[in-house]
């Protein structure tokens, strides 16, 4: 069973960072991608950052230059750091996982995130 545990959200003032973790329970190179997507109250989920195996990286143009995703081989983690934070970040923020062979997704239990103004 595939576990994703999230942890570093808060409550940050505005023009803040918070640097969030996500540790997997099984190796990430187990993944075709892996990510962070985010659901503030009344809104779909988005995304927020993703990388491939193949080392694609994408982000969603409300946080290009703010937030950067990273990873941790050896420790089955994948971060985001986010920087110069605002009001309208605050969400909670999930950790995904991609399996794309057998056509599955894998999701933590997400993390808050509060941005004051």
């Known amino acids: 069973q595939v576990q994703l545990?999230?942890?570093g959200g808060g409550?940050?003032?505005a023009g803040g960072s918070l640097r969030l973790s996500c540790v997997a329970s099984v190796s990430i190179f187990s993944f075709s991608a892996m990510g962070w997507y985010?659901?503030?109250?009344?809104?779909?989920?988005?995304?927020?950052?993703t990388f491939t195996s193949?080392?694609?990286?994408?982000?969603?143009?409300?946080?290009?230059?703010r937030f950067?995703?990273?990873?941790?081989?050896?420790?089955?983690?994948?971060?985001?750091?986010?920087?110069s934070l605002k009001p309208e970040d605050t969400a909670v923020y999930y950790c995904n996982a991609k399996?794309?062979?057998?056509?599955?997704?894998y999701w933590g239990q997400g993390t808050q995130v509060t941005v004051s103004s």
């Open 5 to 7: 545990v999230e942890s």
């Open 99 to 105: 399996d794309w062979v057998v056509s599955v997704n």
């Open 38 to 49: 985010r659901q503030a109250p009344g809104k779909q989920r988005e995304l927020v950052a």
């Open 54 to 65: 193949g080392g694609t990286t994408n982000y969603a143009d409300s946080v290009k230059g």
């Open 11 to 13: 409550l940050v003032q």
């Open 68 to 83: 950067t995703i990273s990873r941790d081989n050896a420790k089955n983690t994948v971060y985001l750091q986010m920087n």
